[in-house]
């Protein structure tokens, strides 16, 4: 599974936005194989927690 560090302080504390545009971003690294094997059940899964958070994109992208 992907692991990202947590460099910054405020981190932890961002909005929802950010955090669904970062598990957007897992579910698109792992659709495309950027910097690991594709995973289309991996990205999915990043897509679907990401619509919940509030990512639009990532729900119109987990149903392709």
């Known amino acids: 599974m ?3 560090e947590m ?7 961002m ?3 950010a955090q669904a545009d970062i ?3 897992l579910g698109m690294m792992y659709a495309t194989g ?3 094997d594709t995973d289309v ?4 899964k990043w897509f679907n ?3 919940i958070k509030g990512s639009a994109r990532a729900a119109e992208l ?3």
Do not use: K, M, N, Y
């Open 23 to 25: 598990l957007f971003e």
């Open 34 to 36: 950027r910097d690991c």
């Open 2 to 4: 992907a692991r990202f």
């Open 41 to 44: 059940v991996a990205a999915h």
């Open 49 to 51: 927690i990401a619509a």
């Open 7 to 13: 460099l910054e302080d405020g981190f932890g504390a």
């Open 62 to 64: 987990r149903s392709e």
């Open 15 to 17: 909005g929802a936005t």
